[in-house]
T-cell receptor, first 115, second 115 residues
């Protein structure tokens, strides 16, 4: 069983389109994240949710809208896609509370290419 | 805010030689530190972590790292490089400030193994 799974793994689309990436974790963790990895491999946090509540929103354009229907799922919807949105998007999860050391468990990534 | 700096964006070593990847941290509180590895077209996998127990931490695939508070360093080493070690390596520091829990990553070091 995959602990953190993302779909789709690859996404190619035109500028101006709207697309979504889905993420699910079966680890029982309370916190989920979206990270963006650019072409230079730099990883930057975008959002985090704890038990369906938005915790971190790191100055991401409001074209990006996360949604957490329950604590095991965190989806990312992107409106009006731009060329600069091309990247690999990673979903991750972590336990919270006294168990938390900050360790993240990552999905395999979703490579978005905007043409 | 916590941060990490990885010295050297590219490191090349011969197969069988010592691997040394450098990471320095900045933290206002005792840090939790991590090394992650990313193989081509894959997600990030935890190599090892320091969570204020032993300062010498052993991880998977014979990697280890030593936490040195006096040098604010957490360098990653492996005695003998293997071809399969070719990958991108990320150092990360945990920020567990309530309401802002996240991992902050360094810019990564690409390790190339020369046959």
């Amino acid at each position: 069983d995959t602990a953190v799974s993302q779909t789709p793994k690859y996404l190619v689309t035109q500028m101006g389109n709207d697309k979504s990436i889905k993420c699910e974790q079966n680890l029982g963790h309370d916190t989920m994240y979206w990270y963006k990895q650019d072409s230079k491999k730099f990883l930057k946090i975008m959002f985090s949710y704890n038990n369906k509540e938005l915790i971190i929103n790191e100055t991401v354009p409001n074209r990006f809208s996360p949604k957490s229907p329950d604590k095991a799922h965190l989806n990312l919807h992107i409106n009006s896609l731009e060329l600069g949105d091309s990247a690999v998007y990673f979903c991750a999860s972590s336990p919270s509370g006294t168990r938390d050391t900050g360790e993240l468990f990552f999905g395999e990534g979703s490579r978005l290419t905007v043409l | 805010a916590q941060s990490v700096t990885q010295l050297g964006s590219h490191v090349s070593v011969s197969e069988g030689a010592l691997v040394l990847l450098r990471c320095n941290y900045s933290s206002s509180v005792p840090p939790y530190l991590f090394w992650y590895v990313q193989y081509p077209n894959q997600g990030l996998q935890l190599l090892l972590k320091y969570t204020s127990a032993a300062t010498l931490v052993k991880g998977i695939n014979d990697f280890e790292a030593e936490f040195k508070k006096s040098e604010t360093s957490f360098h990653l080493t492996k005695p003998s490089a293997h071809m399969s070690d070719a990958a991108e390596y990320f150092c990360a520091v945990s920020d567990l400030n309530f309401g802002n829990e996240k991992l902050t990553f360094g810019t990564g070091t690409r390790l190339t193994i020369i046959p």
